[in-house]
C-alpha cells in the first residue's frame, strides 16, 4: 500500500489518473487490452477529467465496468451512475465498451448478468472514492469480505444515504434510494491496481482509520490495507 499527499484537489486527480493511465497502457501492451472499474462521485470528477486527457491511453482497447448503481433509479436522474459515467468518459472517449448496470432492472438478475461479466475478465485498474464513513461510495457497512459474488445488492443505512444527500444530488433524504448493486469487496481486492482518491477533510478521519487502524468489516476501506497494490492519493 502507498499513499501520496498532493497539495490541492487537482494534483489529487493528476496524480491518480496518470497511475491509472500507466496500468491500462501497460495492461494495453501485455495483453492487448485494459479492464477498468470505475466509480462515481465528487471525489472522481478531477480522476476522471484528468484521465480522459491522459496521452497515448488507446481508448478502444479499454472495457469499462461499474463500481455500482442505485436501484430504481432511471438513467436520466442527475444522480444516476450511469449518467455520470456515460457523460464524463464514455462521451468523451472513444472507450472500446462501457458494461453500464441497470439500475432499473430485476436486482438478483442484474447482480448475475454482472457477476458473469466481470469474472470472464481479469480487472486492472479499479478507481475509488472513499466517503466519510469508510465506505467505497455505497458498498454499506458492515460488509462482507467473504462474499464470493462479484456484484451484490446492498442495503443502504441513513448514515450513508445523508451523505449522499449531502453531495447535492437529491433534495430529500426520501428521494435517495436504499439499495445499489455494488461489487463486493472480494471482487475489487482481485483487480491488479486499486487506486484510491480523496479530496474532502470530512473524509480524513476515515481514511486514517482505513490506513493506520484495524481491517475490519465496520469500515470496508481498511481492506486495502491487505492489497498487494493499493495506491492512496490524499489531499493534505
Not at 449522499?164 to 463486493?184: H, N, Q
Request: proline fraction near 5%; aromatic fraction near 6%.
Amino acid at each position: 500500500m502507498s499513499i501520496t499527499i498532493c497539495r490541492d484537489e487537482k494534483e489529487v486527480g493528476r496524480r491518480a489518473a496518470a497511475h491509472a493511465a500507466e496500468m491500462i497502457r501497460t495492461a494495453v501492451h501485455d495483453r492487448g487490452r485494459a479492464n477498468v472499474v470505475f466509480s462515481a462521485g465528487i471525489a472522481q470528477f478531477e480522476v476522471i477529467a484528468a484521465l480522459v486527457e491522459a496521452n497515448n491511453v488507446e481508448w478502444p482497447k479499454v472495457a469499462a465496468f461499474q463500481l455500482n448503481e442505485y436501484l430504481g433509479l432511471p438513467a436520466t436522474h442527475p444522480a444516476s451512475f450511469r449518467r455520470y459515467l456515460k457523460e464524463r468518459l464514455a462521451d468523451r472517449v472513444p472507450i472500446g465498451e462501457c458494461r453500464y448496470i441497470d439500475g432499473e432492472a430485476d436486482a438478483e438478475s442484474e447482480c448475475r448478468r454482472l457477476s458473469e461479466l466481470i469474472s470472464a475478465v481479469a480487472v486492472d485498474v479499479v478507481l475509488l472514492g472513499v466517503g466519510a464513513n469508510g465506505y467505497f461510495d455505497c458498498n454499506g457497512r458492515p460488509t462482507d469480505f467473504r462474499a464470493e459474488r462479484p456484484y451484490v445488492v446492498v442495503e443502504l443505512d441513513e448514515a450513508c444515504r445523508r451523505l449522499k444527500l449531502g453531495e447535492g444530488w437529491f433534495s430529500a433524504l426520501e428521494e435517495v434510494p436504499r439499495r445499489t448493486i455494488s461489487m463486493s469487496i472480494g471482487q475489487i481486492m482481485k483487480s491488479r491496481t486499486v487506486i484510491c482518491s480523496a479530496s474532502d477533510r470530512r473524509r480524513a478521519a476515515a481514511l486514517r482509520a482505513a490506513v493506520e487502524g484495524p481491517v475490519t468489516p465496520q469500515l470496508p476501506a481498511s481492506a486495502l490495507q491487505e492489497h498487494p497494490q493499493a495506491a492512496f492519493y490524499l489531499h493534505e
